[in-house]
């Protein structure tokens, strides 16, 4: 059988929007295929960006290890499942501490133009602080 990539990422694109419509009003998949139920799992909590790092790190790299499997049976899906709880959760951090960070670069470097020290040195302490904890 012959795999077209567009109509496979078509179908996926449709998928993705069939779950995210039901999402976005407030309803959730109770069900999985075949009625079964869908189990929720606790996720590890990312309470600083920091952990968050590292949670999507080391949950990025079991994720990939799952899907490396030449077969995915039925617990390979929970497992992915599972996973998926945490690093939502250590993306939502994330972008909620990055969202910002483009706002305190651009007045740092209104500041700098301005030559206003203590502005300078305000926004680029509350930048730096945020962009090195993503690279040192």
Do not use: C, W
Not at 13 to 21: D, E, F, I, K
Not at 53 to 72: D, G
Not at 83 to 91: P, Q
């Amino acid at each position: 059988m012959i795999h077209f990539p567009l109509a496979r990422a078509s179908r996926r694109l449709a998928l993705a929007a069939a779950l995210t419509v039901p999402l976005a009003l407030g309803a959730g998949p109770a069900l999985a295929h075949g009625d079964e139920r869908v189990d929720h799992y606790e996720a590890r909590e990312s309470a600083t960006l920091q952990e968050a790092i590292a949670n999507f790190s080391e949950y990025n790299i079991k994720l990939a290890e799952v899907l490396a499997r030449s077969e995915l049976g039925s617990s390979d899906f929970e497992e992915v499942h599972e996973l998926t709880y945490t690093l939502e959760n250590a993306l939502a951090k994330i972008r909620d501490d990055l969202g910002g960070l483009a706002d305190t670069l651009e007045a740092l470097h209104l500041a700098s133009e301005d030559r206003t020290l203590e502005e300078t040195l305000a926004y680029g302490e509350a930048y730096l602080e945020t962009a090195q904890t993503l690279v040192p």
